[in-house]
């Protein structure tokens, strides 16, 4: 079936505090978006809302994901039905390790008695990890704890790997990361591609995206996306920066919901 | 304020049974004593715990009980414990008394003792009587005292100088009739440079009529001995567990305690390391489940005599429902055990609002050149860590259980003996209601 995500006027508050103000957003299989934009415009809100944070209430508008409505599903139910996010700042969680965690997240999608058989796991944890040149202890440490920021992101590209979600959402997975750690992890998201999975890429550089070369940009400002346009706009923006849009918009303040 | 104390037996009747079972006129003289005693102390004082109101006095009375020949004949609640040890060295007490003893002939030929405490108090009298409540003592409180008064049945430990014992010896102590009094005492001695592991489970039948467990756990590590003392207390919501445990370290010599509180009853108990000797080193891992109504209180000590002594003590404690846990570790080091290190750790997880944890580290130090450290923690499961892995498909439930295991997971791991590692998991399991 082809991948269909749609975002239509979605608006969220956290603590009573409008931050996304009228998301609209059309993605299908086979298609690379990005979204960039200053620090403070509402990206990073829109990743966490689309996935069910507790913190973030939706107010109005709807999220659809071949046609099923998204937002009456539980966060566990989104990523079930096909979502991930690749977080910023992934949890550390002790005592629960890399390699439990992630055969808990295949089972969930499985029924009971399919469960999948633990050389089969194993055999293809190690061969992801290879992939992103991941020491194959990290199987076997903790959730994230001790990890650097870098290994961090790998293991959240490792997660999207191993899950195979049909809508990845990258949650500013370029910051942190040095040249090399880069590529791995854009090689990771290139393998990835493929008709029927959509990729949703927020970033505020545009470094990432000579690796992953997106099909769609869009700029985000005061909750809103105030510009679309083909990759040409995020060579524009690493090139002059933010401040013609502004200009040509006509905004001052790019920010939302910040403190004065 | 004073609590009379209500004993659950005349001394004339104490005397009685005391002689009835041929028992020394020494340890007859000493029942009755502490039984004198046992009138006159107070109850123990329990940090924030008012154990006046606990149902502590259903000692019920002696009831003699009869062997078994063979592990088929053991109870249906103890099978699954004691499955495979047909050959293997194991205790069963049932009630209040022993009903099955076996210690391998190789063992037994190096000069190990594994006997019910009733019979060793007969067979190898010299060694118990110079050991017998001289680490926990009657006269400590109205409980030391009764449990001095009344113990039955028990285990005997003797491991002799220089040898290594490297199979496990297990017991299972077993309340199933109300009426019974249930007081086991266990006396483990490790001779000179010996090393052995125990392992013992607590475990209760289906009666729901309330039962008081009063037991006291006395080890002696002598110098250069190792120790290993694992205990699994998974008793019903009718037993009222009150243990003692208590080990006096030579120099150079070892203990590491291994306790699993999963009882679904209340239960007060003290973990006590008394690090006697220089050089005397001790390990102390809690691992407990509250559940239910259940009014927990747990202690660990380490007391630092011998110079250059190390203690380490960890205490992981998950609440859920309406459970309430007060968790002490008390260091204390005394004036004169220099270069001594002592550190402790309590953490408790609450999993839900009417779950209460309180941890109480306590550090007495009185002397200058040693090392010590604390930490405690109490908390709620993080909702951001219940997001983040609900955000790989990963359900509430499934997601909260990988968070308690995980929490427990640090010290469950570290415990060195893969059987008991495994029975453990499947206490917690049950007692987490999954």
């Known amino acids: 079936m082809a991948t269909n995500f749609t975002i239509e006027g979605l608006k969220a508050t956290i603590e009573g505090k ?21 620090n ?29 409505d998204v937002l009456e599903m539980g966060v566990d139910e989104r990523a079930r039905a096909g979502l991930f996010l690749a977080m910023q700042y992934p949890s550390e969680i002790t005592g629960v390790t890399n390699s439990d965690f992630l ?19 194993i055999r293809q944890m190690e061969a992801k990890m290879k992939e992103l040149d991941m020491n194959p202890e990290f199987a076997h440490r903790y959730l994230n704890e001790g990890f650097s920021g870098g290994e961090k992101k790998r293991n959240e590209i490792l997660q999207m790997m191993m899950i195979e979600p049909s809508i990845v959402i990258l949650d500013e997975i370029d910051s942190g990361l040095d040249i090399d750690a880069l590529k791995i992890v854009a090689s990771g998201v290139n393998a990835m591609r493929s008709d029927d999975r959509g990729f949703l890429i927020i970033t505020h550089y545009q470094r990432l995206l000579n690796y992953v070369k997106p099909d769609f940009v869009h700029v985000m400002m005061q909750g809103r996306i105030v510009k679309s346009g083909g990759p040409e706009l995020a060579e524009r923006l690493e090139a002059e ?8 918009l006509g905004i001052e303040d790019e920010t939302v919901g910040q403190e004065a | 304020m004073t609590t009379q104390t209500i004993l659950p037996v005349n001394a004339e009747g104490l005397s009685a049974l005391s002689k009835g079972s041929n028992e020394p006129a020494w340890l007859t003289e000493n029942r009755l004593k502490a039984l004198e005693l046992a009138a006159t102390l107070e109850l123990p004082k329990l940090e924030k715990t008012r154990i006046e109101r606990w149902d502590i006095q259903n000692y019920g009375s002696f009831k003699s009980v009869s062997p078994i020949a063979s592990l088929a004949e053991a109870p249906e609640s103890i099978r699954e414990l004691i499955k495979d040890q047909e050959a293997g060295n194991l205790i069963i007490q049932r009630n209040s008394g022993t009903v099955y003893t076996k210690l391998s002939p190789e063992l037994a030929a190096q000069g190990v003792i594994f006997t019910d405490l009733a019979t060793a108090v007969k067979e190898h009298e010299d060694l118990v009587k110079a050991h017998l409540h001289t680490a926990v003592t009657a006269d400590e409180s109205s409980v030391a005292a009764l449990h001095a008064a009344l113990w039955n049945g028990g285990v005997f430990l003797y491991v002799p100088k220089n040898v290594e014992v490297s199979v496990p010896l297990q017991a299972v102590l077993l309340t199933d009739d109300e009426e019974a009094t249930f007081a086991p005492h266990i006396l483990v001695i490790a001779d000179t440079n010996s090393s052995v592991t125990y392992v013992d489970n607590y475990v209760s039948g289906t009666s729901g009529k309330p039962v008081t467990h009063n037991g006291a756990v006395e080890v002696f590590a002598k110098s250069g001995a190792k120790v290993r003392f694992a205990t699994i207390h998974q008793m019903g919501t009718n037993v009222t567990d009150i243990s003692y445990r208590r ?19 209340d239960t007060a108990s003290d973990t006590y390391s008394i690090l006697k000797g220089n050089g005397s080193t001790s390990d102390s891992k809690i691992i407990a489940v509250g559940s239910g109504s259940q009014k927990l209180n747990y202690t660990t000590r380490a007391n630092h005599f011998g110079k250059s002594s190390e203690s380490q003590m960890i205490t992981r404690a998950v609440m859920r429902e309406e459970a309430q846990a007060i968790i002490n570790g008390i260091t204390k080091i005394e004036k004169g055990a220099t270069k001594s290190d002592g550190q402790q750790t309590e953490k408790v997880l609450m999993l839900s609002p009417k779950a209460r944890g309180d941890a109480n580290p306590i550090l007495l130090i009185d002397e200058d050149d040693v090392k010590a450290g604390h930490a405690a923690s109490v908390g709620q499961v993080n909702p951001e860590q219940i997001y983040y892995l609900m955000s790989r498909g990963i359900s509430r439930e499934v997601a909260e259980s990988l968070i308690i295991y995980g929490f427990l997971a640090p010290v469950v791991s570290q415990i060195p003996l893969e059987g008991l590692r495994t029975q453990l998991q499947s206490v917690i399991e049950g007692k987490l209601g999954q």
Do not use: C, Q
């Not at chain 1, 409008?18 to 200053?38: Q, R, S, T, V």
């Not at chain 1, 055969?103 to 796991?121: D, K, M, T, V, W």
């Not at chain 1, 920066?241 to 040509?248: A, L, Q, R, S, T």
């Not at chain 2, 120099?251 to 306790?259: F, G, L, Q």
């Open chain 1, 241 to 248: 920066g933010y401040d013609w849009v502004k200009e040509e």
């Open chain 1, 18 to 38: 409008e931050i996304l103000k009228g998301i609209n957003l059309e993605m299908k299989g086979g298609e690379i978006h990005a979204i960039m934009g200053p």
């Open chain 1, 40 to 68: 403070g415009t509402g990206k990073s809100t829109l990743a966490s809302a689309l996935m069910g944070h507790p913190k973030y209430e939706v107010t109005d508008g709807s999220v659809t994901l071949n046609g099923e």
């Open chain 2, 247 to 265: 080990a006096v370290i030579e120099n150079d010599a070892s203990m590491e305690w291994i306790v699993g509180e999963m009882n679904s009853g």
């Open chain 1, 103 to 121: 055969r808990s997240a295949i089972n969930a999608r499985r029924e009971e008695g399919n469960e999948i058989s633990l050389i089969r796991f």
